[in-house]
């Protein structure tokens, strides 16, 4: 980020979001730039800062990965870009590829793919096709606010339920209880679970993390009424930031215990690419009396740098600290009873779409 020299005022554009600021994206031929005549900010870019949604009629949907640090080999993002506005979010480089900021862009400037369960339906027709979990929500939230208008994880959900496919979900938002109608029902054939993500118990902090997502009190509400409805929960801590959140580990675990949660996962912060300029300039604003500490700590659990993009080591970091936080997280799960287990759910139910002009078959 380049050092402007003279004093800066908030954008009151800006209020409500989790990035302080739109860099460039990495593969930007333009470079914008921010001048002041001391009584205005003139940007480039002066446009609106609200909210803007871009259908974008996708070519596929299903996208399938091979990391080995991964429990999932495939997953559906119904939206690109996310409101909620996570600071920390490994997310938002992906805008850069749309030639978008992965700042304020990410969290403004969202597509949504209303064909995504045409084009799921198609990929779950195919007759080579092998019945694995699909992954909601493991790029951006499938419950960002803009699903309450635009519905398309709920379309998706019920192709899911049609074809008895397997899926699991993972959200910062309440709104998956809008869908609890689908979920019970499949949870009861173990075809599905859910995860609530849950960083913070403080109001205050949560507000700065993740500004649009549902407000903690909300999320434990959301554990309380899945489970009980008979849905599996996991609680995850993610990510885990040192002396910002790390401190609430066990609280969150049991407040999510209380609440009926059934698991518990973690995962240290990653600052991938443009996303560790963005966290390092949110907390020169909203901590400064910690910000290098912070950014010490979580270079001693990533070989040094602002991000470890190795396997294995980007999930659970490295050093003393990774250590400190890995021993003191499965202690409570221990103590809880929320220790990881793998939730292996029923891939022998699936069966493919009826498609129009398929021939039924005979019983």
């Given at each position: 980020?380049?050092?402007?020299?003279?004093?800066?005022?908030?954008?009151?554009?800006?209020?409500?979001?989790?990035?302080?600021?739109?860099?460039?994206?990495?593969?930007?031929?333009?470079?914008?730039?921010?001048?002041?005549?001391?009584?205005?900010d003139y940007r480039l870019d002066d446009g609106s800062f609200q909210t803007t949604v871009t259908t974008e009629i996708a070519k596929s949907i299903l996208s399938r990965n091979t990391s080995p640090d991964l429990p999932f080999d495939r997953s559906v993002n119904p939206y690109r870009g996310c409101e909620h506005g996570c600071i920390y979010c490994y997310a938002r480089p992906t805008h850069s590829y749309m030639d978008l900021s992965p700042g304020l862009d990410f969290e403004r400037k969202l597509f949504a793919k209303p064909n995504a369960a045409k084009l799921l339906r198609k990929t779950l027709s195919n007759k080579n096709y092998e019945c694995r979990p699909i992954a909601l929500?493991?790029?951006?939230?499938?419950y960002q606010p803009i699903e309450k208008r635009y519905e398309i994880t709920r379309s998706v959900i019920e192709l899911l339920a049609e074809t008895r496919h397997p899926f699991t979900i993972t959200t910062k938002s309440d709104l998956v209880l809008r869908d609890i109608d689908i979920l019970a029902p499949l949870a009861l054939e173990n075809l599905t679970c859910v995860c609530i993500s849950v960083t913070s118990l403080d109001n205050k902090l949560s507000r700065l993390m993740e500004p649009r997502a549902s407000a903690p009190n909300k999320r434990l509400k959301a554990i309380e009424i899945l489970a009980k409805a008979g849905i599996k929960v996991i609680v995850q801590i993610a990510p885990v930031i040192p002396a910002i959140n790390d401190m609430e580990i066990e609280s969150i675990m049991q407040a999510a215990k209380d609440n009926g949660a059934s698991q518990a996962i973690y995962i240290p912060v990653r600052l991938p690419h443009e996303v560790s300029d963005l966290f390092r300039d949110w907390l020169q604003k909203h901590?400064?009396?910690?910000?290098?500490?912070?950014?010490?700590?979580?270079?001693?659990?990533?070989?040094?740098?602002?991000?470890?993009?190795?396997?294995?080591d980007r999930m659970r970091g490295s050093g003393a600290y990774a250590d400190l936080i890995r021993m003191r997280f499965h202690n409570a799960a221990r103590k809880l009873n929320l220790e990881n287990r793998m939730y292996?759910?029923?891939?022998?139910?699936?069966?493919?779409p009826q498609n129009p002009g398929d021939q039924l078959s005979l019983l």
């Open positions: 980020m380049v050092k402007l020299p003279f004093p800066q005022r908030e954008d009151p554009r800006i209020r409500g979001r989790g990035a302080t600021f739109n860099p460039d994206s990495r593969f930007s031929d333009e470079t914008r730039k921010t001048i002041s005549d001391e009584w205005r929500g493991t790029n951006t939230d499938p901590y400064p009396d910690r910000a290098s500490k912070v950014m010490k700590l979580i270079q001693s659990m990533r070989n040094g740098r602002d991000n470890d993009p190795n396997f294995n292996d759910l029923d891939t022998d139910l699936f069966t493919p």
